[in-house]
């Protein structure tokens, strides 16, 4: 299964930028790149997702690496509600279908 | 944007009951569903894909006669967990998908007594 590495955790302060990290060395060249974020005891929320080129939306923005074995999530401007986990998943094809695996994610602490 | 249900949203049941909770995708049809599980402080964990009008596709080590799958229809999918056990008391989220993008139900909090 195709395995995404991010860091167990990382700090902000509020009104700063924020560069999420993630590692996806094993990724075929038909899967996609998901972000979303989860607030306990919520469901994940979508955040963006790519394949190649870099993407923005009003959430975010998404760098891809050339060689696609990684990407970072950019918050331009961290607040207090974007504290939650990160997870950055493949949606990773295979014959009859496609399946999305999470890793154990990146919790973002803000700071006032 | 897309909204996904889940119902219950949290259910307490005995231990040897069996427990159904339902997904629904409220303004889409959705081909494809996924159920995961979550145990606290950890990641969510892919315990089978569901697809409409054929058997649902299970991950190793998730026993398929424990935990029932259906996808009657391209808005509804169901998990029913059977003769429930007090280890099987989790957070269960579904998500469906639409075109590249997945949308999460809001979870099912499950504790068997």
């Known amino acids: 299964d195709a395995k995404t590495t991010q860091p167990n955790s990382m700090e902000s302060n509020e009104e700063e930028p924020v560069h999420l990290p993630c590692n996806h060395s094993?990724?075929?060249?038909?899967?996609?790149i998901h972000w979303y974020r989860q607030l306990p005891s919520q469901g994940p929320e979508y955040v963006i997702h790519?394949?190649?080129s870099n993407v923005n939306n009003r959430m975010a923005s998404l760098a891809i690496a050339e060689d696609r074995k990684s990407s970072t999530l950019i918050l331009h401007r961290a607040t207090l509600r974007d504290a939650a986990v990160y997870y950055c998943?493949?949606?990773?094809?295979?014959?009859?279908?496609?399946?999305?695996?999470f890793g154990a994610g990146t919790r973002l602490f803000v700071k006032a | 944007g897309a909204v996904v249900s889940q119902h219950p949203s949290w259910v307490i049941c005995k231990s040897g009951t069996s427990v159904k909770i339902e997904c629904r995708s409220l303004?889409?049809?959705?081909?494809?569903m996924f159920w995961y599980r979550q145990f606290p402080k950890q990641s969510l964990m892919l315990m089978a894909t569901s697809n409409e009008g054929s058997k649902a596709t299970y991950e190793q080590g998730v026993e398929k006669d424990k935990f029932l799958i259906n996808h009657a229809s391209l808005t509804l999918s169901t998990l029913t967990v059977t003769s429930a056990h007090p280890e099987d008391s989790s957070f269960y989220i579904c998500?469906?998908?639409?075109?590249?993008?997945?949308?999460f139900g809001p979870g099912t909090r499950l504790t068997v007594l």
């Open positions: 094993t990724i075929s060249g038909t899967d996609y």
């Open positions: 998943i493949l949606w990773a094809f295979y014959t009859g279908g496609f399946k999305t695996i």
């Open positions: 303004d889409f049809q959705a081909t494809t």
């Open positions: 998500s469906a998908v639409l075109g590249t993008e997945q949308f």
């Open positions: 790519g394949l190649t």
